[in-house]
């Protein structure tokens, strides 16, 4: 592998990071969301956060590559351990109730049926195709 190839895979892989942290934070300050549908709480904050993610997991997948799509799944994963994590004050984001479990694994799950999806969609041209 060439330098160059290396460089693009390291800022591809650093901007996985950052963009997988990204909605890891946007997501659990959302997954709290509760909407009254007669008398049940609808959960429909953890639905939009995991459908969320899962969408952004299987689109790096689809547009860049494995190692992409898992640098993104790792951010997500850190920012989920800081933020379940007790910290000085005693203060959690995310609280050890049944909906910050579910959405602590249904990152790790979503990255890793990301990363397991078999192809990527790519743009290629046969030489022989606009020939006369």
């Known amino acids: 592998m060439s330098a160059k190839i ?4 390291t800022v591809t892989g650093l901007i996985g990071i950052a963009v997988g942290a990204l909605y890891a934070i946007i997501g659990s300050i959302g997954f709290t969301q509760f909407i009254l549908i007669g008398n049940w709480n609808f959960p429909w904050g953890l639905i939009a956060a995991i459908i969320g993610f899962s969408a952004l997991a299987i689109g790096v997948r689809l547009l860049c590559d494995r190692y992409t799509a898992c640098f993104c799944g790792v951010g997500a994963w850190l920012i989920l351990l800081v933020f379940s994590s007790i910290k000085i004050g005693g203060s ?11 959405w602590i694994l249904a990152v790790p799950v979503a990255t890793v049926a990301a990363v ?7 743009l290629k041209v046969s030489k022989t195709h606009n020939k006369l």
Request: a neutral charge.
């Open 6 to 9: 290396i460089l693009i895979k």
């Open 92 to 102: 959690v984001v995310i609280e050890a109730n049944i909906l910050g479990i579910i």
């Open 116 to 122: 397991a999806f078999p192809f990527t969609f790519s």
